[in-house]
């Protein structure tokens, strides 16, 4: 299905219907003599969309470049940790990360003289290259690390409180385990054209904008400046002074009363309902409902639209039939419950060395899972085992080139090669001789000095030994060959859904996947189970970031060492952040985080979901999960999910006019739960934002598509989440009481701002 040259069309398969004059690999300089054409497959849009040109004068290695990233990577850093803990959990946006950072950039070029000694502050124009080792620096370190989650599930449920230095490295280790790995990875998932990371590329579209001299670069300026400070000020409404406009539902207008209309028509609070033919006017919601719609590939789109179509149906039919007893719990909802509806105590059935007691459990009864839950772990299992099966069918030579360093031969050249002084590498690279086949970004990037693999495996090795020894330095209760199975599984993944992420944009996270082998690895034991999730999904999720912002780095045309640094720099500095936050917080809010309501200011309802998983799984996963079990479809699905491609594939080899390489099985498979969770109103904004653009918008009129369909969709997440970040602060209670809009017709405090019923 996806090959170097994928096809975006239905007709694409026949070569007149191609719109590019001449090959499909046509260079930027030979495409841009066509204004109107349309854009087919990942090359295309990587040399159309963004500038394929490169300037190695500019230099990244400058003072203003370190003061800039560090002071934002450490307020990205500290903000994160702190939005861990509250009741309204905000993620820290690279784009609005990338808007500020260019703002004070402008500002020290403009202010500081460049005379004497200050033009080491101010050496020149601030230029695209600093701007991405600062994005790429930051990006590093605005996450709150996983590793804070299981530290705080350690002191507040088990009153374990590893050391300080013992913390850190766990830290450290966990979060640059991913790096290495990824970063061995390059050559497969980050130099070739057809892996495009589409959500990178309104960044890159809004740094073209910022950095491009001539009349076109100041009109798609003004573009850009126009609609991000419409939206920035259009989110005031549905933020605060209109929430109804989060999800315009004309059912729940007229039904407000009814509590089925609720279930399926309701979606504009979390956990409401599905949204089905809500409207949504909130950017904010529609653009995270999964990523911005106007980057993800339309075939991509497609399939998650039919998973949507599917989901609503396959749920109200769990629940209406009473699945699994659904209708004693809540129609959406995360937590375990007892049978009669009420939230599950989990603290009751462990023992003083906080492992579940057989004889407790007996007494308390077995927990359950809402009905609509257990299908959204279900599809989530189903895509993740699809993914395996739909990327070997269709990817196989795409994946093989993953291992063909594993022969004698090459093995003998690495050892003959191998010089353990990799500090002095000096980065050159055998450069292909013919170079017209290579991505031009990459081509670009050649002329730099590599980071070499050496680095990324010294990264690896380092990782390793300092996880092995903190796992049993912070009372893990996980086994060194746990440890081992945990990192090989992450590695495996990397390679299938570090594919599936780069081409799609859409990432499947492994969770459900590893929580289920270590809850039968490692029986009982739900702290185990933790650190076990810790040193897989999070490595996954780790590695998918540094690929992301390799790829950032490629486009903008950044020296792959100076790429390297920074990650590493804002990884470091994150997790120290991270940590000293973490133990701040919960040595002041301890009771706070650990009551089922929290306040409006804090909250302990991240590391309860997570406290509440590694119970279910490390802890219940015999009795929950087992054949003749309650819920012994959630590890089938991963059987029905291995063979669900092959009919698809088999189909297309035989019957090539009915095109079933459009749909990707994984994606379906895994949207099939994907609106169990969360605020759903936004779904049908989302299609038709999708379908606008990469449909109507692409085709019908390219040449429009090429210059502002990125750029508008970056100043539309760039304004969305600065307004929102403003909000969070100023009225909704991120930091300190929140200031809500006075009731009235279009914000329902009392309820759900659509009008619907409240269940």
């Given at each position: 299905m996806i090959t170097e040259t994928v096809e975006w069309t239905p007709d694409a398969t026949d070569e007149k219907s191609y719109y590019i004059k001449g090959d499909i690999e046509t260079t930027t300089q030979e495409?841009?003599?066509?204004?109107?054409?349309v854009l087919q497959n990942e090359r295309d849009i990587a040399t159309h969309v963004i500038s394929v040109d490169d300037d190695p004068s500019l230099n990244p290695w400058t003072f203003r470049t370190f003061f800039i990233g560090l002071g934002l990577s450490a307020f990205g850093g500290s903000l994160a940790q702190i939005y861990y803990f509250k009741p309204q959990t905000v993620y820290v946006s690279l784009m609005f990360l990338a808007i500020i950072s260019y703002v004070i950039g402008l500002a020290m070029e403009t202010f500081i003289p460049r005379h004497g000694l200050l033009r080491y502050l101010n050496p020149g124009p601030f230029n695209k290259k600093e701007n991405a080792f600062i994005i790429i620096m930051c990006s590093a370190a605005a996450n709150s690390a996983l590793a804070t989650e299981v530290l705080a599930v350690q002191r507040?449920?088990?009153?374990?409180?590893?050391?300080?230095?013992?913390?850190i490295f766990l830290l450290f280790s966990s979060q640059l385990l991913g790096y290495g790995i990824g970063g061995l990875m390059r050559g497969i998932l980050l130099y070739p054209s057809k892996m495009l990371y589409p959500g990178v590329l309104p960044l890159l579209s809004m740094f073209d904008a910022f950095y491009r001299d001539g009349v076109e670069a100041r009109q798609r300026l003004k573009v850009f400046y126009f609609v991000f400070t419409a939206i920035?000020?259009?989110?005031?409404?549905?933020?605060w002074i209109f929430p109804l406009l989060t999800g315009l539902s004309i059912f729940c207008l007229a039904a407000p009363n009814n509590a089925a209309v609720s279930r399926v028509f309701g979606g504009s609070n979390g956990n409401e309902g599905l949204g089905l033919l809500s409207i949504c006017f909130d950017w904010q919601y529609i653009s995270s409902n999964a990523g911005n719609p106007m980057t993800i590939p339309l075939w991509a789109q497609l399939s998650s639209f039919i998973g949507y179509i599917l989901c609503m149906v396959v749920f109200v039919a769990v629940f209406y039939n009473n699945i699994w007893e659904s209708q004693n719990f809540p129609f959406l909802a995360q937590l375990l419950f007892y049978e009669n509806g009420t939230v599950y105590d989990q603290t009751l059935i462990m023992n003083s060395n906080y492992e579940v007691d057989p004889t407790l459990v007996a007494e308390q009864g077995l927990p359950f899972y809402t009905g609509t839950w257990i299908i959204n772990l279900l599809s989530t299992n189903l895509g993740l085992a699809a993914t395996f099966t739909h990327l070997l069918l269709w990817n196989k030579d795409d994946l093989r080139a993953a291992w063909t360093w594993m022969n004698m031969d090459t093995l003998r050249s690495w050892r003959a090669n191998f010089d353990w002084k990799f500090w002095k590498h000096g980065g050159k690279r055998e450069v292909p001789a013919n170079t017209e086949d290579l991505?031009?970004?990459?081509?670009?990037?050649?002329k730099y000095p590599d980071a070499p693999n050496s680095w990324y495996l010294l990264t690896l090795v380092l990782s390793f030994t300092v996880g092995l020894v903190v796992i049993y330095e912070t009372n893990s209760t996980l086994p060194w060959w746990g440890f081992v199975i945990a990192v090989l599984l992450a590695a495996v993944s990397i390679l299938f859904f570090g594919a599936l992420y780069a081409i799609t944009g859409i990432n499947i996270p492994i969770q459900t996947l590893v929580q289920m082998i270590?809850?039968?690895?490692?029986?009982g034991r739900?702290?185990?189970?933790?650190?076990?999730?810790?040193?897989?999904?999070?490595?996954?999720?780790?590695?998918?970031?540094?690929?992301?912002?390799?790829?950032?780095?490629?486009?903008?045309?950044?020296?792959?060492?100076?790429?390297f640094t920074a990650q590493i720099i804002g990884t470091l500095l994150g997790a120290v952040l991270n940590y000293v936050l973490t133990n701040s917080i919960i040595d002041n809010q301890r009771e706070i985080l650990l009551s089922v309501q929290g306040t409006n200011i804090w909250s302990g309802q991240q590391p309860q979901a997570y406290n509440s998983q590694a119970i279910a799984w490390g802890g219940l996963a015999h009795q929950l999960f087992s054949a003749d079990q309650r819920y012994q479809w959630v590890p089938l699905s991963y059987l029905i999910g291995l063979v669900a491609p092959i009919p698809f594939w088999i189909i297309h080899r035989y019957w090539q006019r009915l095109r079933m390489d459009y749909y990707y099985i994984p994606i379906i498979c895994y949207y099939v739960g994907a609106l169990g969770v969360g605020i759903n109103s936004s779904v049908v904004s989302y299609y038709m934002v999708s379908f606008l653009c990469q449909w109507w918008?692409?085709?019908?009129?390219p040449r429009w598509f090429v210059k502002y369909n990125y750029l508008v969709g970056a100043a539309l997440d760039g304004g969305t989440q600065v307004m929102v970040l403003i909000l969070s602060f100023a009225v909704q209670g991120a930091a300190g009481k929140a200031h809500l809009i006075p009731e009235w017709w279009g914000a329902n405090q009392g309820g759900n701002y659509d009008r619907c019923l409240s269940l």
């Open positions: 495409a841009e003599t066509d204004e109107n054409v507040l449920y088990y009153n374990v409180t590893p050391n300080a230095g013992s913390s920035f000020i259009w989110e005031i409404f549905p933020e991505d031009p970004h990459y081509r670009e990037i050649l270590a809850g039968y690895l490692h029986n739900p702290m185990a189970n933790m650190f076990f999730v810790l040193y897989s999904y999070n490595t996954v999720s780790q590695a998918l970031l540094l690929l992301r912002d390799l790829k950032i780095a490629q486009y903008a045309k950044l020296p792959p060492r100076a790429a918008l692409r085709t019908r009129y």
